[in-house]
């Protein structure tokens, strides 16, 4: 099959197809190799391809393809679905980089960052993206993009250079790249180019960018509040979303119900939408929406939409959304030990704060708070350096600056960081 036809299944969505067409004599043949890659640079994608596990795995560890090896860390990077996950995708990212496989290096990266294997390396996370630049990455260039927009990773935020960085790459390429489409939008969106957006939106939809939908709708169909103004309008886009697996789209199908609705509903229509929620939360999870299990932990810890009250559903979910990185999951197995005792028994105040700990490095700053308690409690013992070093700090100057802008007393602040003003303070979450 020729690059061309695998181009074109791409922008029919047929991710499968797609891939094993590409698979085949990857090794050869630069232009396949360019579109195995683009496949997988979507989680979507790789989630699309969880019934092929065995198949991928068999052929990554048999060896001599790099290609294969690097699909099978991808499925174990997106899904993080068996408990080994992360040694898995380690060995394998390992392999496709050592052959060259520039995406490699980055997504090794991005395991350094994140903190997956323990501890978060920002040395390590910079020396190898500069590999995956040197080898002409594609996320790694990507990286550089996002970086410019949101003004990440030290980067200086330049929206504009970003777009037009990201247009420059879209020109040279063979092959329209989706991803690039997308952050053009993004681009846009920070610039006020609301018209511009949906067109690149648009496009990077048309490209094979499923996750495009969602952000689509959200700039056509919604003022500067994230407010829907045109919920007609929105639902096409949503459903169009829905009808090629976009994750994101299935999420934000299932969170347009709510308390209101559902009350004014006969038995049978809320049976109806329970089984609705069940569904698209659930297949959203399984294509690596990592907030579709929160909300459903949500509904079965609280009781919501005809869900019955388990603590331990509750508790599943949770864990399912925290092993997908998902901050507020992470955030909520934290909460059902330390402050409502609702976990099951096996878990302990020591899971809860490497629970937090890790929420902390992935970005929910919220969690602070928690991990500065947990360490001056005696927990977190293997974090101690990390947390001396740069979340101490840190905690400390937010304390600092908290009492300044509350005209609150320096003995309401005490020697040990145990801080007693109980207020509610601002915080601003930065999204990578």
């Known amino acids: ?25 990857v090794m050869a043949d630069p232009r396949k190799q360019a579109l195995f890659l683009q496949i997988l640079s979507f989680k979507n994608n790789v989630a699309v391809l969880r019934p092929d596990y065995e198949r991928i795995g068999r052929q990554a560890e048999q060896g001599g393809n790099p290609y294969m090896a690097y699909a099978y860390a991808r499925l174990h990077d997106v899904l993080q679905a068996w408990e080994d996950s992360d040694n898995i995708k380690e060995k394998y990212y390992t392999i496709a980089a050592n052959n060259g496989i520039g995406d490699a290096y980055a997504c090794l990266a991005y395991m350094y960052r994140d903190g997956d294997l323990g501890e978060q390396d920002m040395e390590a996370y ?47 390429r063979e092959f329209p790249n989706p ?28 490209y094979g960018s499923n996750s495009a939908f969602y952000w689509w709708a959200i700039a056509e169909c919604c003022d500067e509040r994230y407010n829907i103004v045109d919920r007609k309008r929105f639902k096409e886009i949503m459903q169009n979303g829905i009808d090629v697996y976009s994750a994101d789209c299935f999420l934000m199908n299932a969170l347009m119900s709510d308390d209101d609705e559902y009350e004014a509903l006969e038995l049978d229509g809320k049976a109806e939408l329970n089984a609705t929620l069940l569904n698209e939360l659930e297949t959203g999870w399984m294509l690596g929406e990592c907030e579709c299990p929160y909300y459903l932990a949500d509904y079965f810890e609280n009781g919501r939409y005809g869900f019955e009250q388990d603590y331990e559903k509750a508790w599943l979910w949770y864990s399912r959304g925290a092993a997908q990185r998902s901050t507020t999951c992470l955030g909520a197995l934290s909460r059902m030990i330390l402050d409502d005792g609702t976990a099951p028994s096996p878990y302990d105040e020591s899971y809860a704060y490497e629970c937090a700990y890790k929420g902390l490095l992935l970005g929910e700053d919220e969690l602070l708070e928690v991990v500065i308690r947990g360490y001056i409690n005696g927990f977190l013992t293997r974090h101690a350096a990390m947390i001396e070093r740069k979340w101490l700090p840190e905690y400390e100057k937010w304390v600092g600056e908290l009492m300044d802008d509350h005209e609150i007393d320096s003995d309401e602040y005490d020697d040990s960081h145990e801080y007693l003003y109980d207020g509610e303070p601002e915080r601003e979450i930065e999204e990578d």
């Open 126 to 172: 910079e020396n190898l993206m500069r590999k995956a630049k040197g080898l002409r990455s594609e996320k790694a260039l990507q990286q550089t993009v996002r970086d410019l927009i949101y003004g990440n990773n030290g980067a200086d935020t330049n929206p504009l250079k970003a777009y037009e960085f990201a247009e420059n790459y879209v020109k040279e």
């Open 179 to 206: 991803a690039y489409y997308q952050l053009m939008a993004e681009a846009d969106v920070r610039l006020g180019r609301k018209g511009n957006a949906i067109c690149n939106f648009e496009s990077a939809a048309k």
């Open 1 to 25: 099959m020729t690059a061309q036809t695998i181009q074109e299944l791409i922008w029919q969505y047929k991710i499968r197809e797609a891939f094993w067409a590409a698979a085949d004599d």
